[in-house]
């Protein structure tokens, strides 16, 4: 079973930057897929950005890359989400999730664990 934790949401002002860290730990972490989704209230549960297993390619959704940076670090079982530029829209609960999968799925169900979330809240 595969535990994840996020930190580091908080509330900012548009243009400003957070950098959101999930720690993982019950499984090898080099061996998980790890990706970023965010949800709003009556929307469904988009898909962010991934990092294949053990550092590999990253992946992202279009309208996040360029802004959001994806990274892992093994050593530290820890994925983070450096989100620049921040916008009003991108006020949203932010969820890390884990796959054993090789490759970065962009779906949901991709994903078998997850973490509780994060809120993240810019402001205008």
Known sequence: QVQLVESGGGSVQAGGSLRLS??????????????WFR?????EREFVAGVRWGGGPTNYAPSFEGRFTISRD???NTVYLQMNTLKPEDTAIY???A???????FRTSDYAYWGQGTQVTVSS
């Open 22 to 35: 999930c720690a993982a730990s019950g499984r090898t972490f080099s061996t998980l897929t790890m990706g």
């Open 39 to 43: 949800q709003t209230p009556g929307k």
């Open 74 to 76: 093994n050593a530290k």
């Open 95 to 97: 969820y890390c999730a």
């Open 99 to 105: 796959s054993v999968y090789r490759g970065v799925g």
